[in-house]
């Protein structure tokens, strides 16, 4: 029986030196969730909707990424795709996972690329959201996403304007929700550390050569918001295209937010996938 409140606080552990806060939750095929990297964002923020019944079906684990959430922030780190893979390396060692399937969103595709690129021993399945991780043009959307300056206001802006299709679903509850999480205790200085402008290089530093992306094995689900104004989905039929083994599915009226606006879907897609 899971407990949701047990859930939701997570725990900690020592990843490679990281203090690290995750969810954990089940039994059986090892799943891995890896965040994006909205302002505030925490694994239990990207993935809330989709754990609890996630693990009723397979083990789950949702970390915070070094520097992000609750996760520590050491002085001096030097964040990026190679520090991010190295940490969750670290804490897939600590928790003595030698093999598991990954869900990556956003920036958690692209880590989720390089992982499976770096570590082709330790991925069996992959699924990439409105991920990031082969070359784009800086949008709009990811350039307000990584430039955000704590507002209630801005908050309500990435939301209505960006991260959803239906701006209804920037309700003001969700707005606050999201707010006060940016502004939480060091969250924003080690975020705006992240990706100052100019923001195109962000872009290109996460980038997999598409020469390593072809020789990524693993059964790969695709799946994108037609809409997404943040992460084009042109990112995926790019992957489409690399990836050997790979298919795609699109969501019509979908923004970034396919596991929010499209949950049903998305876990059903998700899990039949994972668990064959």
């Known amino acids: 029986m899971i407990d949701p409140e047990t859930l939701a606080a997570g725990a900690y552990l020592d990843a490679g030196g ?8 089940g039994a059986g095929a090892t799943i891995l969730f890896i965040h994006g990297s909205g302002p505030g964002v925490t694994a239990w923020a990207n993935w809330r909707l989709i754990l609890p019944e996630a693990a009723a079906a397979a083990h789950v684990l949702a970390p915070d990424l070094l520097g992000f959430g609750y996760s520590a922030r050491p002085d001096g780190a030097t964040y990026g795709k190679d520090a991010w893979v190295d940490h969750l390396i ?6 003595g996972v030698s093999r598991c ?4 969103n956003s920036l958690g595709g692209a880590l989720a690329l390089a992982l499976a690129v770096r570590r082709p021993d330790l991925v069996d399945r992959l699924v990439l959201m409105g991920a990031t991780g082969v070359p784009f043009r800086l949008t709009a959307g990811l350039d307000a996403v990584w430039g955000y300056q704590p507002s209630v206001e801005a908050m309500r802006s990435l939301i209505a304007d960006f991260f959803a299709y239906d701006a209804s679903i920037a309700t003001d509850d969700l707005v606050r929700l999201r707010y006060e999480a940016s502004t939480q205790p060091g969250f924003q200085e080690s975020y705006a550390a992240m990706f100052p402008a100019p923001r195109q290089r962000w872009v290109d530093a996460l980038v997999t050569p598409a020469e390593q ?3 990524i094995a693993a059964p790969t689900l695709l799946l994108h918001g037609r809409d997404d104004v943040v992460i084009p989905l042109a990112t995926s039929l790019t992957l489409l295209d690399l990836l050997p083994n790979a298919e795609l599915h699109v969501f019509g009226t979908c923004g970034h937010w396919v596991q929010i606006e499209k949950r049903a879907a998305f876990t059903r897609l998700v899990l039949d996938f994972l668990l064959p």
């Not at 399937?101 to 990556?104: I, N, T």
């Open 90 to 95: 670290d804490f897939l060692d600590a928790k």
């Open 18 to 25: 990281v203090r690290t806060h995750y969810h954990e939750a």
């Open 213 to 215: 992306i072809r020789t």
């Open 101 to 104: 399937s990954v869900v990556g």
